[in-house]
């Protein structure tokens, strides 16, 4: 566990200083041009100047360390940001908003957009495909949303024409045997959508493993080395053939929900999906110490921007 009175957390000064070190290692690099030679400090020239000011002698503008990220144009300050950071990554199950909101003294509504704008951090970009020779990745989805009796009349499927699982929301993940998870929220589960999703990110020399769902079978012709256990028949485990780890991901995941969050709306599951396969992916398990995940977090903050209007668009505040 991270020191909570490392000063990064309380002091604005060493907060620019701790996310300068992290988002430029090498030196500052112009967000707006990308150029790393001729940056000067112009801190201090003038008192109207903000602290950790920099000036671009190429593109002839000026930045600091937050712009072009999911810091940019905040006015929360960053000692704040570092904290959230710390909390939501160090979380095994989650932090709800309400309880960041009364960490870091801010409105709930702040602390709402705080968490959304570090799980638009957490998510890869442009994420490679996993898996290879030698590798054991597991595939299996889930759904997620209440019991209908545990609904509001209006709300309940049977009301709708659905019933069961078609009134909640699927999942599908894949989880790679001592390395990384991804996550995905899908409208339908269907053996074409499974298969475009698993054969753009894991590697066909890969070990496959699946249940004997008929859609898992039909996805899993793709991959040679594809092996299942027939959980209808009670068969959980068959020597290296077995879902457990990808079970195992989900227990945490739905605990989340139930315990922390208690719900989700669909418009922004990918986000909170997004957040869990961060913190297993660099969870201590693999040697990621909770200092280490935020740091890692803070990295990911580049090259993204997040408005409330447009995080506020996908779904009211709640």
């Known amino acids: 566990m991270a020191d909570l009175q490392n000063p990064i957390f309380t002091n604005d000064e060493k907060a620019r200083e701790a996310l300068e070190a992290v988002r430029w290692p090498n030196g500052p690099v112009c967000p707006h041009c990308g150029a790393v030679d001729r940056q000067a400090k112009v801190e201090g020239v003038k008192k109207s100047h903000r602290r950790g000011l920099i000036y671009c002698n190429h593109c002839k503008t000026t930045y600091t360390a937050t712009v072009g990220t999911v810091f940019e144009r905040s006015k929360i300050s960053l000692s704040k940001w570092w904290l959230a950071c710390h909390l939501m990554s160090s979380s095994k199950k989650g932090i709800s908003a309400h309880q960041l909101h009364r960490m870091l003294g801010v409105t709930y509504k702040t602390a709402w957009f705080m968490s959304h704008r570090v799980r638009e951090a957490m998510k890869q970009l442009s994420p490679t495909p996993f898996g290879g020779e030698g590798k054991i990745v597991e595939a299996d989805e889930t759904y997620v949303g209440g019991k209908d009796k545990n609904k509001a009349k209006s709300k309940r499927g049977h009301r709708k024409g659905r019933a069961g699982v078609a009134t909640k929301e699927a999942v599908y993940s894949l989880v790679e045997r001592g390395g990384a998870a991804r996550s995905f929220h899908i409208g339908t589960v269907t053996g074409a959508g499974l298969r475009e999703i698993l054969t753009a990110q894991v590697k066909r020399d890969t070990a496959l493993m699946t249940d004997e769902a008929s859609t898992s079978m039909w996805v899993g012709r793709d991959y040679p080395k594809h092996q299942t256990v027939n959980h209808a028949a009670d ?84």
């Open 235 to 318: 068969e959980y485990v068959r020597g290296e053939a077995y879902t457990n780890t990808v079970e195992g991901f989900f227990s945490i995941f739905k605990r989340g929900v139930m315990g922390t969050y208690h719900h989700v709306s669909p418009q922004h599951l990918s986000r909170y999906l997004a957040e869990f396969d961060f913190r297993y992916s660099n969870r201590s398990a693999v040697g990621v110490s909770d200092a280490e995940r935020a740091q890692r977090l803070v990295k990911g903050i580049e090259g993204k921007r997040l408005t409330y209007r447009r995080t506020n668009e996908a779904g009211a505040v709640r």
